[in-house]
């Protein structure tokens, strides 16, 4: 009961955070609204914790080793957003970069001092899980004074908490990093009316098609291995097709609650592929 709806749980969280996105809020403002956001869901998921019992010992384990931290990670890491971009300095490219790179060597500091369990944990290791991720009455004093609300012996481990610390500062060092890039090579995002003219290549199926196919290569992990918003990837395919895909989440929903056939655009890709690939063995 608990795994099932701390999962649906943070489906809804993501889902949020991506209409968040979607708004295009300053960066100071959505980490700020994120943070609420996070804060409100991790109350729940400690609540639905503390009134029900797991179903067995593995049920404990997989909650704290792999549901948890995934909550608590995205609130460390848009905490984390908020105290870097609140502090960043407004001065020339070279002091933000010097800046940025501070922040970046502070976060890999976390991952050395941890490197022993980084590798326990990333290397799929589960021998240490009982130990490290199963209930001992007594929890683990947080890392950080903001998190004391989530820390209680009956929602904390002695290293759930450094999971959520782990996947929140590979995070931050992705956002850092393309930070950095951005600075060194100084220019803005390429911009759709940049591209008019450049092209002839035209999106001439219904958008709601497109939204599809870009959803299913990113539930595959299809670009930069999965570590991208699904948000970017719509404003990439918006600027090289010279296309607007406004309330693309709001379309993602609506294919989401068809009746019939909900992946229809992708059948139909299927279909047409088979059929011209049956028809190049009718040729030979």
């Known amino acids: 009961m608990i795994k099932n709806k701390s999962t649906r749980l943070l489906l809804e969280l993501n889902n949020e955070l991506t209409l968040l996105k979607i708004r295009e809020l ?113 929890g683990a004093p947080s890392a950080n004074g903001n998190y004391s609300h989530f820390v209680n012996p009956e929602f904390s481990t002695s290293h759930d908490e450094v999971v959520a610390y782990i996947i929140a500062h590979e995070g ?49 992990n299809c670009f930069n291995n999965g570590n991208i918003d699904v948000i970017e990837i719509i404003r990439f395919f918006e600027q090289i097709l010279d296309i607007e895909l406004n309330k693309s989440y709001r379309t993602f929903i609506d294919i989401k609650e068809r009746q019939n056939e909900k992946t229809k655009f992708l059948l139909e890709l299927q279909k047409a592929l088979r059929k011209r690939l049956d028809d190049l063995d009718k040729l030979n």
């Open 26 to 138: 300053d960066t100071i403002k959505q980490a700020s609204m994120a943070i609420g956001v996070c804060r409100d869901t991790l109350s729940v998921v400690k609540e639905l914790v503390i009134s029900n019992s797991f179903e067995n010992e593995l049920e404990e384990l997989y909650f704290f080793k792999k549901i948890k931290p995934e909550f608590f990670s995205k609130l460390i890491y848009y905490t984390e957003i908020l105290r870097i971009e609140t502090h960043r300095p407004h001065s020339n490219r070279k002091f933000q970069i010097k800046y940025l790179k501070g922040e970046f060597s502070k976060s890999q500091e976390y991952m050395k001092s941890n490197y022993e369990f980084c590798q326990y944990y990333k290397g799929g290791q589960t021998h240490l899980d009982e130990k490290y991720f199963k209930r001992n009455g007594h």
């Open 172 to 220: 931050l060092e992705r956002y850092l990093d393309c930070e950095i890039i951005k600075l060194r090579k100084n220019k803005q995002p390429v911009l759709a009316k940049d591209l008019k003219g450049k092209s002839v290549i035209k999106w001439t199926a219904p958008k709601v098609a497109l939204i599809e196919l870009i959803y299913a290569l990113h539930s595959h």
